[in-house]
Structures are given as structure tokens and as C-alpha cells.
DNA sequence: CCTGAATAGTAATTCAAA
DNA sequence: TTTGAATTACTATTCAGG
């Protein structure tokens, strides 16, 4: 396994399960079959820059980087959330897949919010075809998006 | 000194200066003669829900919560609807053109609001100059900027 | 580069006290 | 309830090796 599915993988794992410590990365990790230590998930959280939040509850949790929320991203969120597929990264390419019929929106939400790595953007029915400036950018872009769902 | 006071104390410290860990909070209260030790701000911290967030310069700071940076946005929306004048690049320099009177409280929200793009910001009365990390961050910057009018 | 093992460095909690 | 001292728990980094 790349770094680069890890990270992904780490991100889906902060927003569908309660993380509390680095150690739970591990855990889960390990019942997928991946073999990683605190060491490597300390340093993913870095890169990642996740953050150990103060709970409600009383413990603490890991979570998504806090970011900047414009009314724009607001609107990204509840659409990727409502209609997400998946999204894939090939060279300067990013690929989001929706739900039939939600493409266009997603585009346009896209091309609206200007992000820096874009250089173009085309949406179909259910697929938003990302062009980023070079392939950093495009790995950039993914992580961005992600942390929309 | 009372808990909340030390609070209140806290958000402005994580605010104004970069803790980079809980012991800088203790020497900052130390500073201004306030015995406390870390296991006391380790609690203020849960209470308050600060965040220590992996930065961009490699290391770590403490942050306000999420939620509160999320505040933080949209008044700086609200004040550039109002005040907004115009906005320019040079090199690593972003300079901001408001209505008079307005710069420093326009300067004092871009501050807290910690963009990462950003190394140093000082504001006049009708012009913020905001000094980046180099010229590609200070062009990303000037995009997040525009994007709140 | 990327990683794990070991370790250093930080942070959270326990426990006793006021 | 709030706190500090001590301790435990957790996280970051160093160092050596792919």
C-alpha cells in the first residue's frame, strides 16, 4: 500500500469512525491487513494535518483539518456529501464520479470556488473532469475535495 | 486568577502569539506574573477545545476551535462586503485597499484567521499589507481574499 | 523517499489536597 | 471545584535500513 491510498484511506476513517488516539489508525489499519506503525501515522497526520479536537463527550478525537468555510465550500460539502461516488487522480487529471445527474452542479460549484490548482474543469452527467495545473496540483485538488464528504 | 479569566487569556494568547506547545502557554502566564503549570492547561485546553495543528513550517501550533474559525470567516466576509477597496500582487505582497478606517480590523481578522499562506500582515488605516511566503502563496492568498466579496 | 523500532518529547490523568 | 506533582499515556522525531 502507497502512501497515497493510506492518507486516503485515513481520511475516510476520521469521518465514518471516532478516532481518539493514533493507535486506533493502527487498529483499523491492521484489520484491513495493512501493516503500519504509530510512527508513519503520526507523520501521515502531519501531512494530512488532522487535528486532535477536545470532545463533547469528554475524550478527544482526530478530525479533518479545520478549514476555511466560505459559503461556497458549505455548498460543496452538502452536494459531495449527498452525491459523492468516488473520485480518482491519474497524471494532472482528478475524476469525481456522482450520482446521475448531479455532475453539472458539482462543476459548476467547482469552477465557481477557483481553487488554485484548477486549470480547467468539464462535467458531464455523473463525472466532473478535473484538470489541474501539474500532477502535485491534481494530488492537492484530491485532498481538497475529499475533505468536502 | 480565576478559570475564566485564565481562559479569556488563553484565546487571546493563541491568538497574538504561536504556541507551539502547552509548556509555551505556561511561560506565557508565567510572564505576567500567573503561576499555573501544565497539567492545569492541559485541562484549559480540553475546556476551551484548542487544537494543536500540524503546520505548514513543519511544526505545530495551538489553534481556536474549528468552529470558532468558522465565525472568523464570516465576519471577514461581512467586512469585506463592506469595506472592500481593491487588491494587488507584488512579488510576495498582497496589499489591501479599504475604506478609511477599516484596514486594522480588516488586519486583526486575517491574522487570527492564520492563512497559511501567509508570514506576516500590518495594517495602516485604509491599507492591509500582507507579506506571504513567496510569490505563488501570495497569488492563492489574493484568490482566498476575493473570494469573500 | 518511506518506514519501523526505539526513544525523546508532550500531553492527559490520577491522586491528594485545599 | 480547582489545582500541582507525579505518573501514565500518547505523539513526534531520530536513527538505521529498505
Known amino acids: 500500500m502507497k502512501k497515497k491510498e493510506r492518507h486516503q484511506l485515513l481520511r475516510k476513517l476520521v469521518q465514518q469512525d471516532v478516532i481518539r488516539k493514533q493507535e486506533d489508525f493502527v487498529d ?3 484489520e484491513r491487513g495493512i501493516e503500519v506503525t504509530q510512527a508513519t501515522i503520526s507523520r501521515d497526520i ?3 494535518q488532522l487535528v486532535k479536537v477536545p470532545a463533547q463527550d469528554g475524550g478527544y478525537r482526530y478530525n479533518l483539518p479545520p ?3 466560505y459559503d461556497i465550500s458549505k455548498k460543496l ?3 459531495m ?3 459523492f461516488v468516488s473520485i ?3 497524471r494532472e487529471f482528478v ?3 456522482t450520482l446521475p445527474g448531479n455532475a453539472f452542479a458539482l462543476g459548476s460549484l467547482i469552477e465557481t470556488a477557483k481553487y488554485s490548482e484548477m486549470f480547467g474543469c468539464v462535467s458531464g452527467d455523473d463525472t466532473v473532469l478535473i484538470i489541474c495545473r501539474d500532477e502535485e496540483s491534481a494530488e492537492r ?3 481538497r475535495i475529499i475533505s468536502f464528504i
Open 28 to 30: 483499523k489499519l491492521h
Open 46 to 48: 502531519k501531512e494530512l
Open 67 to 69: 478549514e476555511m468555510n
Open 77 to 79: 460539502s452538502r452536494l
Open 81 to 83: 456529501r449527498d452525491a
Open 88 to 90: 480518482d487522480t491519474q
Open 95 to 97: 475524476l469525481i464520479r
Open 141 to 143: 485538488f484530491q485532498r
